[in-house]
């Protein structure tokens, strides 16, 4: 079945650092990924998608600037939170789909990454 | 407007009873796709189940079936035998098409089972 790896699981940084996080699938190639923000016992929030080659398309009141996504490759998409402050702790999870026209193929999620800002 | 409700903030269930976890959506669009995942404590994003909004049958997968309602926009989740390890966060989403051709997903904001023996 489809995996996708998303590393770090989690990271501890200090307030001013930026924070990279990954997201890779492992045995298919994804051309649009999604990256979530989840507040403790909340729902997922949808912060951007991201198209392989192409800009991100990023969700009313998500700062593209603080949160830079890139997705160089059918098989990575990077998630980086500039400048990180403790407003930013939270936990960010990536999801991929082969094939983003399609509304039957299932998103594929990776572990998550737990951001705490000091 | 939201567009995936689900009402039940918490559910118990003795185990190996049925539960169903209640999904209510909201869409204009003829083609979609409805979806449950199940969120345990560790955080991962688990799929449980998919139903096309073409699919004439109700999904099924062992235990988890759904039922889908087409005419009353619902998309429950009926989990049959239930055993401790089901107690976890349930989300349902749905994939409906966006401009371009590519889908947006969205989710509920999700329903807290606890299995109890």
């Known amino acids: 079945g489809a995996v996708v790896s998303q590393h770090p699981s989690w990271v501890i940084c200090k307030s001013g650092t930026s924070v990279k996080i990954e997201c890779r699938s492992l045995?298919?190639?994804?051309?649009?990924m999604f990256w979530y923000r989840q507040f403790p016992k909340q729902s997922l929030m949808l912060m951007a998608t991201s198209n392989e080659g192409s800009k991100a398309t990023y969700e009313q009141g998500v700062e593209k600037d603080k949160f830079l996504i890139n997705h160089a490759s059918l098989t990575l998409s990077t998630l980086t939170v500039t400048s990180a402050h403790p407003e930013d702790s939270s936990f960010y999870i990536c999801?991929?789909?082969?094939?983003?026209?399609?509304?039957?193929?299932?998103?594929?999620f990776g572990a998550g990454s737990r951001l705490t800002v000091l | 407007a939201q567009k995936i409700t689900q009402t039940q903030p918490g559910m118990f269930v003795q185990e190996k009873e049925a539960v169903t976890l209640d999904c209510t959506y909201d869409?204009?669009?003829?083609?979609?796709?409805l979806f449950w995942y199940k969120q345990p404590s560790s955080g991962e994003m688990i799929f449980l189940i998919y139903?096309?909004?073409?699919?004439?049958q109700n999904a099924t997968e062992g235990r988890y079936s759904l039922n889908f309602q087409k005419a009353r926009k619902s998309a429950n989740l009926v989990i049959s035998a239930s055993q401790l390890g089901d107690s976890a966060m349930y989300f349902c989403a749905m994939r409906e098409s966006a401009s371009g051709g590519s889908y947006i997903p969205t989710f509920g904001r999700g329903t807290s089972l606890i299995v109890h023996p």
């Open positions: 045995d298919f190639q994804a051309t649009t």
């Open positions: 869409t204009s669009d003829q083609s979609y796709g």
């Open positions: 139903q096309g909004s073409y699919d004439e």
């Open positions: 999801s991929a789909s082969r094939d983003g026209h399609s509304g039957a193929n299932v998103l594929t």
